[in-house]
């Protein structure tokens, strides 16, 4: 510093740090406590003051944005977490049923909650009931809504799909059991033709690498025939796989593949608009399939996608037409679906791999979650990662892969983690947020921190 005359005069720490903290009139005294203990000449001009107030600028915009709240909706929204256990139980799936504006859970034990939609409170608790295994055996792999049909159908481990009734939100009764499948069902997905709800399909798959969807023709009426009067203790038809698989059943046939074997399939998703059923697993050669369903017959054309280190979970979206993995080597991947060779684009950004993804649909965004428990939102176009969420998350089995739900007509996200079910709740913030109170007048780019001065 220079006195009156000019001349070069030292000063103290503490009368450097109220000399810069009076001066500038932003920043803290220990701030500026740490500028002077860490220049080692101690000698310091208006260029390196400004300088330190950039980097530190820039470190606190970077640990921001790591814990940062998503914007899901373009919108400024404030966000909400709820934890509230399940049951003592991993939950594998949350449903949302339209007609009563309730969300339906399932976890691994059978045990069924039905919570309001407002403010997630428990309306009813029930536990499936299936008198092939013994309670303490029951294993849920996964459910699908039917919700043209007012069912749910339910995977298990004794490889079964039952589908129970819920219309009565009181008892869940067992309608039909479809048993004798070869492997154990892991993965189920139903599709609605909006225009004929006759019309749909049962995506099933297993670990044996599997790959099964049931075509419903007539699915209001009936799903499956009755030939003859096969009923298990709780009442409900037994329908035999072997019977499907023979066309026996003219409301109901069966088309099949096995090109992920041997691996697990992971994921499994009908688009109703390509007339193909989607797939993945985790072995390389095959981390994506899709079966193209011919016209007019039961046969199907099938393309495998390869990836590095496979695929954990795989979405569609409608208006853009593309696929999204998410895969083991860290990637979120694009894939057009009539082209095999190579993604369309990559998502990277990532450490851990990549255990689910879903798109936005009606936004040009896409969600993803990783083994690490980082969750990114991704805008499509521009290939970029505007928010990041972590740090936030409960712990997890090293083994456990959370689930996740999003319900963009509430502007909902759930998560599943062990017995804990996380509700990422996004409200719309009226006041967007500034960085400045008063009116902007200067602005400079500084190119050695690549920060913006205002």
Sequence with gaps: MQDSLGAPHSLSRTQFIDLAWSSVGHGSKEEYGLLFDSVVLKRIDWGGLCSFLLLELSDKVKNSRTVSTPVFFLYVFSLHFFFFPVNNLWSPQVLYLQSSGQYLTVSKGGNVGLRDAEDMSLLHAHRLQNSTVAPKDLWVTDVALLQNVEKIAVAFTSKEVCFYDIMCETTFSCKYKLRGLQFVPWCLDYWVDPSHPDQAVLTIGDIGGQVSALYFTSAQISLFERFSLRMDSESAEIILWDELAKGKHRSCYTVTHRAHAPSWVRKVRYLGSLEAFVSCSTRPQSSMVIGWREKESTSQRITSYSTEGGVWDVDYHLGLGLLATAGVDLQVLLWNPYVTSEPVRALRGHTSPVITVCFLQTKQQLLSFSKDKVLCLWDVSSQLCPHRLAGVFPKIQEDTHPFLFLNEER????????????????????????????????????????????
């Design 411 to 454: 502007q909902h996200l759930m998560l599943s983690f062990n017995s804990l079910l996380l509700l990422l709740e996004s409200r719309k913030v009226e006041k967007t947020t500034s960085s400045h109170e008063h009116p902007v007048t200067c602005v400079l780019y500084n190119t050695r921190f690549g920060q913006v001065c205002m």
